[in-house]
C-alpha cells in the first residue's frame, strides 16, 4: 500500500483508510464483533494503516471495537477518532448535543483514550463545529493536549473556511474530515484551495457515496430501518433512480478500466490531490479487498477530464443530510 503525508504534517498514513463506523452504526445494527474484528486485522495485513473512529459512533461501542482489534498493531497504524457530542436530555436523542468546550474536551479525551487501549490519540477531530464555543477555545484545549502528549494531531470535520482559518491560528490543523466524491464535489470551490494554502490534509468519508456509487443499491433497495439513509434526501427512491445516471457513468467508465465501479471512484479522488485520504467503510473483506485495489488503479490526465467532464454534465438530486444534520455542517 502506498503512503501519503497529510497536508504538511508529518502524519503518514496509507493511502486508503479505513472508516470504522458502519461496524457499529448507522447503517442498520453493529455487526458481530469477532468479525469485525478479522476485519479489522486483515485491513493491517494488507497494508491499511489509518483508522478512523468516534466517541459517538454506536455510541462508545466503537472506539472499544477499534481499541481491542487494534492493540496487538499498535505501534503500526495512526487512529482517528473525534469529541464534541455528549448525551441530549431526557426525551431528546441519544447524543444529541454538541458539547466542545475546553473542560469536556479534556473530560472526555480520557474515555477515548482507555477504550482505544492506548496512551496517545494521533488524530483528534472536533465531530462538529460547536457554535455555542470560539472555534480558538476548541483549538487551544486541543493544544493542551498535544502539549501533555495524549494527543498528536489536531483535526476537524465538516468546518467551514473561516473556522479552518480561525482555528489554524491557534493550533496547525493537520486535517479537515469532509465528505467529497463524485457526487459531492462542492469542497472543490472553496475548502480544497483552502488546504492546499495552509497545508492541511483532506480526509474524504462516505468517497462512495454512502455506498452508491458502487453499483450495489438502485431505487428498489431496502435499507434496515435502523439505517440513516433511510433519512438521507439524496436516498429516497425517487432521487436514487434519478441519481442512477451518475452511477451508470462511473460503470461504463470502470467497464473500460476493467475494473470496478467503487475503484473507479476511490482512483479519482486519489488523483485531485498528493495529500488527499479517503476512508471507505466496509463490513466485507470482499469489499475491503476491493477499495484497496484502487489504490494501484492509474487515471491519465485525459481519463480525469472525460470522468470529470462526464460527472458534471449530471445533477444530482437531494440533499446529503436531513434537514436538521444540514444546519451542523460548513459552519
Known amino acids: 500500500m502506498q503512503k501519503r503525508t497529510l497536508g504538511k504534517s508529518n502524519l503518514e498514513v496509507s493511502a486508503i483508510g479505513l472508516g470504522c463506523m458502519g461496524m457499529s452504526f448507522s447503517y442498520g445494527p453493529p455487526k458481530d464483533k469477532k468479525e469485525m474484528t478479522a476485519l479489522l486485522q486483515a485491513a493491517v495485513e494488507r497494508g491499511i494503516t489509518f483508522f478512523d473512529t468516534a466517541e459517538v459512533y454506536g455510541p462508545l461501542i ?54 482505544l487501549k492506548t496512551d496517545v490519540i494521533d488524530l483528534y477531530y472536533q465531530h462538529r463545529v460547536d457554535p455555542n464555543v470560539p472555534i480558538e477555545d476548541v483549538a487551544g484545549a486541543v493544544k493542551e493536549l498535544i502539549q501533555a502528549g495524549t494527543v498528536k494531531h489536531f483535526g476537524l470535520s465538516e468546518a467551514g473556511v473561516q473556522t479552518i482559518r480561525r482555528a489554524h491560528k491557534v493550533q496547525p490543523v493537520t486535517a479537515l474530515q469532509s465528505e467529497y466524491s463524485l457526487w459531492w464535489r462542492e469542497p472543490e470551490a472553496e475548502i480544497i484551495p483552502t488546504l492546499e494554502e495552509l497545508g492541511i490534509g483532506f480526509v474524504p468519508f462516505s468517497p462512495l457515496g454512502k455506498g452508491f456509487l458502487t453499483g450495489a443499491i438502485s431505487a428498489e433497495t431496502k435499507f434496515d430501518s435502523t439505517d440513516f439513509r433511510n433519512t438521507v434526501p439524496r436516498f429516497s427512491e425517487e432521487n436514487r433512480r434519478t441519481n442512477q445516471a451518475l452511477v451508470n457513468v462511473i460503470e461504463k467508465f470502470a467497464a473500460q478500466k476493467r475494473v470496478t465501479p467503487a475503484q473507479v471512484a476511490l482512483a479519482w479522488l486519489l488523483a485531485q490531490k498528493p495529500w488527499i485520504v479517503p476512508i471507505p467503510g466496509t463490513t466485507k473483506l470482499n469489499r475491503l ?26 445533477e444530482v438530486q437531494g440533499a446529503r443530510y436531513s434537514e436538521q444534520h444540514q444546519k451542523l455542517i460548513n459552519r
Open 62 to 115: 466503537n472506539e472499544e471495537l477499534v481499541g481491542e482489534a487494534l492493540a496487538p498493531f499498535r505501534k503500526q497504524v495512526v487512529i482517528a477518532t473525534k469529541f464534541g457530542w455528549k448525551p441530549g436530555a431526557e426525551g431528546e436523542a441519544r447524543w444529541s448535543r454538541l458539547d466542545s468546550h475546553p473542560e469536556h474536551i479534556k473530560r472526555v479525551v480520557e474515555g477515548s483514550l482507555k477504550r
Open 289 to 314: 479487498d476491493e477499495n484497496i485495489g484502487a489504490a494501484s488503479v492509474q487515471l491519465s490526465p485525459e481519463d480525469l477530464r472525460e470522468l470529470g467532464n462526464a460527472a458534471s454534465h449530471i
